[in-house]
């Protein structure tokens, strides 16, 4: 029964990570780019900026979430679902056709583990523990 809270917390982690980047994503792309969009091919530095913190705050609540559902004491799940998140940005932004500079994919993975393993961290000071 653990095995399987524990599946189901990382699967809803990274479901509401992913919902959350999407529509952060393309609010972000609203307010830097505007409408219509893609109208100049050029995305300014500003929706990198904005992206990163949506991506921040996606990976933060996918680690709550994982949290909350998996009730495991320890970080493996939390580790499990960065890792996981990591992979994804890394593997998705990484190709040269999807015009990302080539800075973005390795700091997008790093803002999803940071993002992830920063509510473990929060719970550990909160409890005296740090």
């Known amino acids: 029964m653990r095995e399987f809270r524990v599946v189901a917390a990382l699967v809803g982690g990274v479901l509401a990570a992913a919902v959350l980047y ?3 994503a393309a609010l972000a792309l609203l307010i830097t780019v505007g409408i219509p969009l893609g109208s100049s091919g050029n995305v300014p530095p500003s929706y990198f900026v ?6 921040l705050g996606a990976a933060w609540l996918g680690g709550i979430v994982v949290r909350r559902v998996a009730r495991v ?4 799940p939390s580790a499990v679902l960065a890792l996981l998140l990591a992979i994804a940005a890394l593997w998705g932004f990484s190709r040269h056709e999807g015009g990302w500079p080539t800075w973005y994919p390795p ?3 790093l803002v999803a583990v940071v993002g992830v393993l920063a509510p473990l961290y929060r719970t550990r000071v909160s409890r005296g523990r740090a």
């Open 22 to 24: 999407q529509i952060g």
């Open 50 to 55: 904005l992206n990163l913190g949506v991506s």
């Open 73 to 76: 004491p320890g970080w493996r």
């Open 107 to 109: 700091v997008l993975a």
